[in-house]
């Protein structure tokens, strides 16, 4: 069945970097735009950013521009969020998810966490 | 864009009508989904383009509006149905989210 697994959560110390995976199977990932959404604790959703499905356009959120870079391997069916540079503010539950149309967000992956503490 | 959800929560029986709403602060046309999330899990789309149910969403499930004023409804509220809901714009960059309702058991 169509699903999206993210994986590389974990707790770093501020200025540090991570780097999140999401591994897609069950439909053609090299033909959909991904993106990535956040949850910090007890918080609702915050768009992080988009990669069309060739890697060709790609957008951030202003809170991220600069410090994340999104990316794909459409050969490993694997969408990529690096980040850099983390501060508290960062702490989040990260998803990855994959557009829909217009950018609706349609299949979610169960999310991993990010803990930026020192 | 700022995306506003109202209320904040919602107190409904099981059976009962749930209507709420979401509000953008400039027009996004009918660029707008909804999605549905259970604690611990990823949201799930239920309606995008305003008013189009998603894949395998149940008919008591609806949405409504364009512009700048949108309502979901949940026509007779099931047990699974209680959980936080949140609207969505995908009119343009950056997308953003509401605060989300979150309906309880009243």
């Known amino acids: 069945q169509v699903q999206l697994a993210e994986s590389g959560g974990g707790v770093v110390q501020p200025g540090g970097s991570l780097r999140l995976s999401c591994a897609a199977s069950g439909f053609t990932f090299s033909n959909y735009g991904m993106h990535w959404v956040r949850q910090a604790p007890d918080e609702g959703l915050e768009w992080v950013a988009f990669i069309q499905y060739d890697g060709g356009n790609k957008y951030y959120a202003d809170s991220v521009r600069g410090r994340f870079t999104i990316s794909r391997d459409n050969s490993k069916n694997t969408l990529y969020l690096q980040m850099n540079s983390l501060r508290a503010d960062d702490t989040a539950v990260y998803y990855c998810?994959?557009?829909?149309?217009?950018?609706?967000?349609?299949?979610w992956g169960q999310g991993t966490m990010v803990t930026v503490s020192s | 864009i700022v995306m506003t959800q109202a209320p904040a929560t919602l107190s409904v029986s099981p059976g009962e009508r749930a209507t709420f709403s979401c509000r953008a602060s400039q027009s996004v046309s009918s660029n707008l989904a909804w999605y549905q999330q259970k604690p611990g899990q990823g949201p799930r789309l239920l309606i995008y383009g305003a008013s189009i149910r998603a894949t395998g969403i149940p008919a008591r499930f609806s949405g409504s509006g364009s512009g700048t004023e949108f309502t979901l409804t949940i026509s007779s509220l099931q047990s699974e149905d209680f959980a936080v809901y949140y609207c969505q714009h995908y009119n343009n960059w950056p997308l953003t989210f509401g605060g989300g309702t979150k309906v309880e058991i009243k």
């Open positions: 998810a994959k557009r829909w149309g217009n950018d609706a967000l349609d299949i």
